[in-house]
Nanobody
């Protein structure tokens, strides 16, 4: 059974930091592209950051310089370090596993709320 379990979400004040984690089980990790998406109320789900099996990263422009995606293949875990959080970062954040275009798995999501 494939499982992606996210953790680390919560309520934080503007300017604060959070670190999201996503642990993968039941399927290969080191060969997959891992990504974080987010979906705010009334908006479409958007790609926030992705990391290839080789460690190449890419980010949506709105988080560049503030968020960092990383992976630990020994722990089958991908992380999203989020600094200088803004109210517009409020969303449900989802972890995504993919290998090619046909094989995709999602986590259940974790809520991030940035508010004073």
């Amino acid at each position: 059974q494939v499982q992606l379990v996210e953790s680390g979400g919560g309520l934080v004040q503007p300017g604060g930091s959070l670190r999201l984690s996503c642990e993968v089980s039941g399927i290969g990790f080191s060969v997959a592209t891992m990504a974080w998406y987010r979906q705010a109320p009334g908006k479409e789900r958007e790609l926030v950051a992705a990391i290839s099996p080789g460690g190449t990263t890419n980010y949506v422009d709105s988080v560049k310089g503030r968020f960092t995606i990383s992976r630990d293949n020994a722990k089958n875990t991908v992380y999203l370090q989020m600094n200088s959080l803004k109210p517009e970062d409020t969303a449900v954040y989802y972890c995504r596993w993919s290998f090619g275009a046909q094989r995709v798995y999602w986590g259940q999501g974790t809520q991030v709320t940035v508010s004073s």
